[in-house]
């Protein structure tokens, strides 16, 4: 008996119907398995933050990244940003917050893409000048576009390094305080009741300093924000009085537990940390803050 040789018409065409099919099953699972919370990925970028961190503390005594100082005022931009042969020994200016961070860039080979959390309104800095990104300062003209994240306040008396205490915060999402979304009738809008359950340091007998903290950041529609501990875990926290002994990690502490929960706003006036406990963070924004930087 002669064996059949080839396929059938009616198996060919079962053929040419299921392997796309199958295709198309492999590619969507694919990308559904590609499609990460975006909560997840602000989180893991600041988890990358802290080996960079390491990193730098290792090769620069346990210090942090902290960009010039002395004359230097704490602006909008950072002057010179794009001249590789920026001296900043000499030359007076301004610089961001962001240019501190930047240093992670240049000497920990972190990707600018890392600063970026994808619910926020920042997009990440292209590097469009005829340098080498390691040569630059600063996330560009408009560093507060391109970076998603807040950073223990650089230029005042108390900047975090290598050997300050595990549980104070050093970066986390942005600042409500430097959010151009946070006024005072948005605030006003909200009831003291809705944001009970948001905000546990609340004095429910306070009308005052409830308005003050409104607390969580922005992008992820205030119902807490990732922050990264010096004792490099990352954690999504509900409420911003998470550092050491109730320390709100977004405003200037003091000495009652009252004052570090609760906190003062910072303000043009007043951004510093009040001690080596008080994680202040802060990030840079447009037309607004403009500090002399000092150690």
Same mark, same amino acid.
């Given at each position: 008996?002669?064996?059949?040789?080839?396929?059938?018409?009616?198996?060919?065409?079962?053929?040419?119907?299921?392997?796309?099919?199958?295709?198309?099953?492999?590619?969507?699972?694919?990308?559904?398995?590609?499609?990460?919370?975006?909560?997840?990925?602000?989180?893991?970028?600041?988890?990358?933050?802290?080996?960079?961190?390491?990193?730098?503390?290792?090769?620069?005594?346990?210090?942090?990244?902290?960009?010039?100082?002395?004359?230097?005022?704490?602006?909008?931009?950072?002057?010179?940003?794009?001249?590789?042969?920026?001296?900043?020994? !000499? *030359? #007076?200016?301004?610089?961001? @917050?962001?240019?501190?961070?930047?240093?992670? $860039?240049?000497?920990? =080979?972190?990707? +600018?893409?890392?600063?970026?959390?994808? !619910? *926020? #309104?920042?997009?990440?800095? @292209?590097?469009?000048?005829?340098?080498?990104? $390691?040569?630059?300062? =600063?996330?560009? +003209?408009?560093?507060?576009?391109?970076?998603?994240?807040?950073?223990?306040?650089?230029?005042?008396?108390?900047?975090?390094?290598? $050997?300050?205490?595990?549980?104070?915060?050093?970066?986390?999402?942005?600042?409500?305080?430097?959010?151009?979304?946070?006024?005072?009738?948005?605030?006003?809008?909200?009831?003291?009741?809705?944001?009970?359950?948001?905000?546990?340091?609340?004095?429910?007998?306070?009308?005052?300093?409830?308005?003050?903290?409104?607390?969580?950041?922005?992008?992820?529609?205030?119902?807490?924000?990732?922050?990264?501990?010096?004792?490099?875990?990352?954690?999504?926290?509900?409420?911003?009085?998470?550092?050491?002994?109730?320390?709100?990690?977004?405003?200037?502490?003091?000495?009652?537990?009252?004052?570090?929960?609760?906190?003062?706003?910072?303000?043009?006036?007043?951004?510093?940390?009040?001690?080596?406990?008080?994680?202040?963070?802060?990030?840079?924004?447009?037309?607004?803050?403009?500090?002399?930087?000092?150690?």
């Amino acid at each position: 008996m002669q064996n059949r040789k080839g396929m059938t018409l009616t198996e060919l065409i079962v053929v040419i119907i299921v392997i796309p099919i199958v295709v198309f099953l492999v590619i969507a699972l694919t990308n559904r398995s590609r499609r990460i919370p975006p909560g997840i990925i602000c989180g893991t970028n600041l988890k990358g933050m802290a080996n960079a961190f390491n990193i730098y503390a290792f090769d620069y005594d346990n210090k942090y990244p902290v960009q010039g100082a002395g004359t230097h005022t704490w602006g909008t931009t950072t002057t010179g940003w794009d001249d590789p042969q920026k001296d900043w020994s !000499k *030359s #007076d200016g301004t610089m961001t @917050v962001a240019s501190s961070l930047y240093l992670l $860039v240049r000497e920990a =080979d972190v990707s +600018p893409k890392s600063f970026i959390c994808p !619910k *926020s #309104d920042e997009r990440e800095f @292209v590097n469009k000048t005829a340098h080498d990104i $390691v040569e630059l300062w =600063d996330f560009g +003209p408009e560093p507060a576009r391109h970076v998603s994240y807040s950073y223990q306040f650089p230029y005042g008396k108390f900047p975090s390094t290598g $050997v300050t205490r595990p549980e104070n915060a050093i970066m986390a999402d942005r600042n409500p305080w430097f959010d151009n979304k946070l006024t005072r009738s948005s605030i006003e809008k909200e009831s003291m009741e809705s944001y009970l359950d948001k905000v546990s340091l609340i004095d429910p007998d306070d009308n005052s300093k409830w308005k003050q903290q409104i607390g969580n950041t922005q992008p992820h529609d205030r119902e807490g924000q990732n922050v990264l501990f010096n004792d490099g875990h990352v954690e999504f926290t509900k409420t911003p009085d998470v550092g050491f002994e109730g320390d709100n990690i977004y405003t200037i502490s003091g000495k009652a537990q009252e004052d570090k929960r609760r906190g003062i706003a910072p303000t043009a006036d007043n951004i510093d940390a009040f001690d080596e406990n008080d994680s202040l963070l802060v990030n840079d924004r447009k037309n607004k803050y403009s500090k002399k930087a000092g150690k």
